[in-house]
């Protein structure tokens, strides 16, 4: 079993930027990829930033390829979202993802375990 929790959801101006945590504990044979997802209002969820527990090795979706960056702490047992240049299209709830497929990818049926969600709102 795997348990997430995010925080650091709120609201902001257009060009500001948010640092997402998502605390996280469990086995690590579960959550050998960890990612960040989000959905906006009638918009399916998308997969947006991945990474390797076991490595450093990480993916981003081109729509924040740049100004997101995904980031893990094992020591404090977090990952991070660091998300500069927000913009209004970036409004959503944002959630941690955690699976144990080998090659971490944006199938969100892929993930096992997921966090609550933290609300992310950027105004113009």
């Known amino acids: 079993q795997v348990q997430l929790v995010e925080s650091g959801g709120d609201s902001v101006q257009a060009g500001g930027s948010l640092r997402l945590s998502c605390a996280f504990s469990g086995d690590r044979y579960n959550r050998r990829c960890m990612g960040w997802f989000r959905q906006a209002p009638g918009r399916e969820r998308e997969g947006i930033a991945v990474?390797?527990?076991?490595?450093?090795?990480?993916n981003y979706a081109d729509s924040v390829k740049g100004r997101f960056t995904i980031s893990q702490d094992n020591a404090k047992s977090t990952v991070y979202l660091q998300m500069n240049s927000l913009q209004p299209e970036d409004t959503a709830i944002y959630y941690c993802?955690?699976?144990?497929?080998?090659?971490?990818?944006?199938?969100?049926?892929?993930?096992?375990?997921w966090g609550q969600g933290t609300q992310v709102t950027v105004s113009s």
């Open positions: 993802a955690a699976g144990r497929q080998v090659l971490c990818n944006w199938v969100a049926s892929l993930y096992d375990y």
């Open positions: 990474i390797y527990s076991a490595g450093a090795n990480a």
